[in-house]
């Protein structure tokens, strides 16, 4: 039976909050796939490449390692069998990530990464181009987005309540600049798929969006939640 879930959509939507939640109630694995493109850039990064240099980065794909594991249920990234995951969100490494995965060869490698955790077990995965590119078949594709002010507004509070120093306008340029190099590049643009339902979040909190995607599922998938749907912090 097919249970995967794929979730596209731009950055700031609050897809991995989302995701986290679902795949707790319905007892996938939560993939993260925007952090394996994080731990990429961090090998182009060590290598010192530019981001403009798609030779050398499509050459250090071949050698470049990235793994996932889970340590208490939490998706951890390895890089070359070092655990990375605490330097996925520096802002270098998510300027990086946002360049470099536009490249072919960049995507491929992720792409297959992806699909071979897919087989393994049933998930829950989010990105850009998952209901597109990577899981084509899943049980149910999510399209979440919100307006790119809100996601600016949401990431702005972030910061603030762990004291870093931002300016709102700033987050919002940054935002609608990642906006337009995820939908516009030529390989795996973001958006969203035929068979995807949107759900738009500007005026949503995160509860009613995890219960409205469990509400499709049971709707898509009623053999895996029989009795599951629902059941909160499991
Ligand atoms: O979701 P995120 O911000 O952690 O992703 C980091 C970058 O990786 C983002 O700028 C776009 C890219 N990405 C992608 O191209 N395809 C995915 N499936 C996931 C992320």
Not at 119 to 134: A, F, H, K, L
Request: charged letters at 30%; one cysteine or more; aromatic letters at 4%.
């Amino acid at each position: 039976m097919n249970r995967n879930i794929a979730v596209d959509g731009p950055a700031g939507a609050g897809k991995s909050t989302v995701a986290k939640e679902v795949a707790k109630r319905l007892g996938l694995v939560y993939v993260d796939t925007g952090a394996m493109y994080r731990a990429m850039a961090i090998y182009f990064l060590e290598q010192g490449l530019s981001p403009e240099d798609q030779e050398g980065i499509t050459r250090a794909c071949r050698d470049a390692e990235v793994s996932i594991a889970y340590e208490n249920g939490v998706q951890q990234v390895y890089l070359g069998g070092k655990n990375v995951t605490g330097r996925i969100r520096e802002e270098a490494v998510g300027n990086m990530a946002s360049r470099s995965s536009v490249y072919p060869a960049v995507r491929a490698k992720m792409t297959q990464l992806q699909q071979a955790l897919a087989e393994r077990t049933p998930v829950i995965m989010d990105g850009r181009d998952i209901g597109t590119v990577v899981l084509p078949q899943a049980a149910l594709k999510i399209y979440l987005t919100a307006s790119a002010e809100e996601r600016a507004r949401r990431r702005f509070r972030e910061l603030a309540e762990k004291g870093e120093a931002c300016e709102l306008a700033d987050i919002e340029r940054d935002i609608r600049e990642r906006d337009r190099r995820d939908m516009n590049r030529e390989t795996a643009p973001l958006r969203q798929a035929e068979d995807a339902v949107l759900v738009d979040a500007t005026e949503m909190d995160i509860e009613q969006v995890v219960g409205r995607i469990l509400e499709l599922y049971r709707e898509r998938v009623p053999e895996a939640t029989q009795g599951q749907a629902g059941r909160k912090g499991e």
